[in-house]
């Protein structure tokens, strides 16, 4: 049986090749896929075989109501900043599922608070520094997000909520698209499930013309973000270290960075963009910002990596890949000396590798699994969770 789904994206960055990965599966199964997403994706959503619709309105609220409206679909799928996709399906009663592409960002009990880049606490001292700091990360969240959140909830006569998560937490499922192996193990809310890594690469990088770099020296590929985060002078400290090293580089810019913003040494290529599934193919190193993305593409490759985080959740998974010991983090600012130093370490330590190929057994298993869509389509086995809907996990009035 075939189903209509309303798919609400936000952004334009990184999390853009995962959730589109959805929407063409679930394409290429047949099913009607409505994408509500800005102007800027169109080209993107296209190609994926869905039917684009521009969104007008901030939040996206009235303009699910209206393709709700419109198409009656079966359910919606919304990212997880898309907080007026959510409110707009509760609204209509429409179940609604929640697309997390990459580790699990809310707080969690027996997990560090999210955003902080810490690790799993070792004993009560730790503990109580998450007790601390996660409060003050609650705080913080609430009252940036809350008001706003609630005063929406009223304009569509839905009750007030206590946490920002709590509008997440109402989801019928929500789908972490990585692998609980790379994540910290923690007490979730039982809708979360881990369906493994969309390891696309986006539509604009798949045709792009690149050339291996001729020679056999170690291939060390760059990918920082695709969005604007100010990354081009972190880029050239890069280049720099390469150009230290008897290696060959490859810097991939992406939209946000001009390719002329980089001067490069002879033995590093800096291209607009290619497919990274590809070059990893070649590559020896990965060294990156800290997306999800990158990095789960990296392990599936059994590639490890050098971290630079820039902001985001790249903390939090440096945090995860110093835990598991695939690879080296260093902050944004660090020198061309300590870039170089740290690739060239990665490059002479096994047990960057073994555990880089570890996690990349399980990213590649869960990637290629039907876990995704035992969730997002029923089956002889897994009759119908479209409309098996689970009671929501708190509602409270503030």
């Not at 190193?285 to 599936?300: D, E, M, N």
């Not at 985001?312 to 080296?328: Q, Y």
């Amino acid at each position: 049986m075939k189903h209509s789904y309303l798919v609400a994206l936000t952004g334009s960055g990184g999390t853009v090749p995962s959730e589109l990965g959805v929407v063409r599966r679930l394409v290429e199964r047949g099913h009607r896929v409505t994408v509500l997403a800005e102007e800027s994706l169109a080209a993107e959503v296209t190609a994926t075989g869905a039917r684009p619709r521009s969104r007008a309105g901030a939040g996206f609220a009235r303009d699910t109501v209206a393709e709700i409206d419109s198409e009656r679909p079966d359910l919606v799928l919304a990212s997880y900043f898309a907080f007026g996709a959510m409110v707009a399906a509760q609204a209509r009663d429409l179940p609604f599922m929640v697309l997390i592409p990459g580790i699990y960002p809310l707080p969690v009990e027996g997990g560090p608070p999210p955003g902080t880049g810490f690790g799993r606490a070792g004993g009560p001292v730790g503990r109580w520094r998450d007790r601390l700091v996660g409060s003050m990360v609650q705080r913080r969240w609430d009252s940036e997000l809350l008001p706003q959140l609630n005063a929406l909830r009223a304009d569509f006569g839905l009750e007030r909520l206590a946490h920002y998560q709590d509008q997440v937490q109402l989801a019928h499922r929500q789908l972490v698209l990585s692998s609980e192996a790379f994540d910290f193990v923690a007490q979730r809310p039982d809708g979360v499930r881990y369906v493994g890594p969309i390891l696309d690469d986006p539509i604009w990088a798949c045709d792009a013309e690149w050339t291996l770099p001729e020679g056999s020296d170690p291939l060390v590929l760059v990918s920082l973000s695709s969005t604007e985060q100010r990354q081009a002078e972190c880029l050239q400290r890069i280049a720099d270290a390469l150009g230290r090293l008897p290696v060959r580089g490859v810097i991939t810019t992406g939209p946000a960075v001009e390719v002329t913003a980089i001067t490069a040494p002879p033995n590093v290529s800096v291209l607009p963009a290619a497919p990274h599934h590809e070059l990893m193919r070649h590559a020896s190193v990965v060294i990156t910002h800290g997306g999800h993305g990158t990095l789960a593409k990296a392990f599936a490759a059994d590639l490890p990596v050098v971290l630079l985080p820039h902001g985001r959740d790249h903390a939090d998974n440096a945090a995860r890949v110093r835990a598991h010991h695939a690879g080296i983090t260093l902050s944004r600012t660090a020198t061309p000396q300590q870039i170089a130093a740290a690739v060239r370490k990665v490059l002479r330590t096994p047990v960057h590798y073994r555990a880089a190929a570890e996690l990349g057994r399980v990213l590649r298993r869960d990637a290629m699994s039907d876990l995704l869509m035992r969730e997002l389509e029923p089956s002889a086995d897994h009759p119908d969770p479209i409309f098996d809907r689970i009671l929501p996990v708190r509602e409270f009035e503030s």
